[in-house]
């Protein structure tokens, strides 16, 4: 079993983050009119096609839809990993307009305030899970809080994985050391694609357990795109996509 036993605080640059701490009415996130399209003439595809939408810092949102809907898309133009059209709206992100970053900006801007959770994990195969865990501020040439570190793989359940090499790992193992990537950094958002996709349902149930107690004890914003209702039932607002627009914004019935 997995026990997510950090401590009753959890830093995110100054901000001090208790449990059960309030939910902010501060917007970490602003997405306006934004369009992102492939093709031209009559193979044109609007993959997003003009969405705003709007996240609460310490908000849980999960974005449903099914395959080819656009979710992924919108996902990955957050998380600067893609960029909209050319006119094609803008991304705020804790009063940033990443889409006005050129290209060293945008991936120094999604290192530091963007984790980002794959689908397949996405894993360096020659680094340990420490080493994995760690890297985003390793490559800030930052110094690692060992003490945060040390807490964190206890509470993914990776205590006696941590010199493993990622193909020593079960795929929930990889997953945990995903989950560890993203929120080492103490990032602003949290950005999930299909996370339990390539698992099974245990290893699943658990990965999704792990993000939702992010969220509850350490006010951690999360955007989990998923295919999957009853794992969209576990956030805290449910975000419908369909041929690249909003369906429908509504708080998840628990």
Do not use: C
Not at 134 to 157: F, S
Not at 192 to 199: C, H, Q, R, V
């Amino acid at each position: 079993m997995v026990h997510f036993g950090l401590g009753p605080w959890f830093v995110r640059g100054s901000f001090l983050l208790r449990y059960n701490i309030n939910m902010s009415e501060k917007y970490i996130l602003e997405v306006n009119n934004l369009v992102k399209t492939y093709g031209k003439g009559d193979s044109l595809v609007k993959a997003v096609d003009n969405v705003s939408l709007k996240v609460k810092e310490g908000e849980f949102v999960a974005i449903i839809g099914a395959s080819g809907s656009g979710k992924s898309t919108l996902l990955h133009m957050i998380g600067g990993v893609d960029r909209p059209d050319k006119n094609g709206g803008e991304i705020i992100i804790e009063g940033q307009n990443i889409t006005k970053l050129n290209d060293n900006k945008l991936a120094l801007f999604r290192r530091q305030q963007i984790g980002i959770i794959y689908q397949f994990y996405n894993l360096i195969p020659v680094l340990t899970v420490r080493e994995n865990i760690t890297l985003p501020v390793d490559l800030e040439k930052k110094e690692i809080d060992e003490d945060y570190l040390e807490q964190l793989i206890d509470a993914l359940g990776l205590k006696n994985r941590e010199t493993h090499l990622p193909n020593q790992l079960s795929g929930g193992q990889q997953q945990r050391v995903a989950i560890g990537r993203a929120l080492f950094n103490r990032p602003a958002l949290i950005l999930a694609d299909e996370p339990t996709g390539n698992l099974d349902s245990k290893s699943g149930a658990e990965i999704v357990k792990l993000l939702k107690l992010a969220n509850e004890k350490y006010h951690q914003t999360i955007i989990l795109v998923t295919h999957d209702l009853e794992i969209a039932k576990e956030a805290d607002r449910i975000i419908t996509f369909g041929d690249g627009k909003i369906i429908s914004d509504k708080k998840a019935g628990k």
